[in-house]
């Protein structure tokens, strides 16, 4: 089965900016979806941004829509999430997920990814 890394967390200033990525081994990540959500302390993991297994579409929770971009290397073996605008209520542990031979990638649900990174913490000072 995959294997996923999540790396690129750390500390930043309210509206400032950062790169997470997630690399993937251990087996094909074509044709997954892909995508980031986060988990802030107490609260459920919500589905922040995916990408489609052809690659071809992007989704978006609306709380970082404008602000967030999901992407991947051009081997497929990375997934990046560049956050730009970053607020205080950004703040959470990200986490990578990937889910093959999912049509529902757009809804961004955690109950529909069942492999993970072991997450990357983001802190967002005012």
């Known amino acids: 089965q995959v294997q996923l890394v999540d790396s690129g967390g750390g500390s930043v200033q309210d509206g400032g900016s950062r790169v997470l990525a997630c690399t993937a081994s251990?087996?094909?990540?074509?044709?997954?979806?892909w995508g980031w959500f986060r988990q802030a302390s107490r609260e459920g993991r919500e589905g922040v941004a995916a990408?489609?297994?052809?690659?071809?579409?992007?989704y978006y929770s609306d709380s970082v829509k404008g602000r967030f971009a999901i992407s991947t290397d051009n081997i497929d073996s990375t997934l990046y999430l560049r956050m730009n605008n970053l607020k205080p209520e950004d703040s959470a542990t990200y986490f990578c997920?990937?889910?093959?031979?999912?049509?529902?990638?757009?809804?961004?649900?955690?109950?529909?990814?069942?492999?993970w990174g072991q997450g990357t913490q983001v802190t967002v000072s005012p």
């Open positions: 990408i489609s297994g052809d690659r071809t579409a992007t």
């Open positions: 997920a990937a889910a093959y031979g999912n049509d529902r990638c757009s809804r961004l649900d955690a109950s529909d990814f069942p492999f």
């Open positions: 251990g087996y094909p990540i074509s044709n997954a979806c």
